[in-house]
């Protein structure tokens, strides 16, 4: 390989990083340091859905881990209870 070919391989190299990282949005400040700025309104619409659902999840595993570690005392009852919210609470939605 001769010097112009390695030149333009270098550019394409250069070139073809470039539009990955502003893809990806990171940015580039001073002595190598790079940011990563993801402030688009489709993804903070995204982020918001994927908060809700992971709030309704750890809901359900407290509502699921108090049905366990629950006494025995009219645990039958109480577990009728519970599943019945559950479902309650997902129809609602």
């Known amino acids: 390989?001769?010097?112009?070919?390695?030149?333009?391989?270098?550019?394409?190299?250069?070139?073809?990083?470039?539009?990955?990282?502003?893809?990806?949005?990171?940015?580039?400040?001073?002595?190598?340091?790079?940011?990563?700025?993801?402030?688009?309104?489709?993804?903070?619409?995204e982020k918001q859905v994927l908060r809700g659902e992971v709030r309704e999840l750890k809901e359900r595993i407290a509502v699921l881990e108090r049905i366990v570690t629950d006494g025995d005392r009219n645990r039958g009852l109480a577990l009728e209870r519970e599943i019945e919210a559950l479902r309650d609470k997902e129809v609602r939605q």
């Open 1 to 45: 390989m001769n010097g112009p070919e390695m030149i333009v391989l270098i550019v394409l190299i250069t070139a073809i990083a470039s539009v990955i990282r502003a893809r990806y949005g990171i940015v580039r400040t001073g002595r190598g340091r790079e940011e990563v700025y993801v402030g688009r309104q489709e993804n903070d619409a």
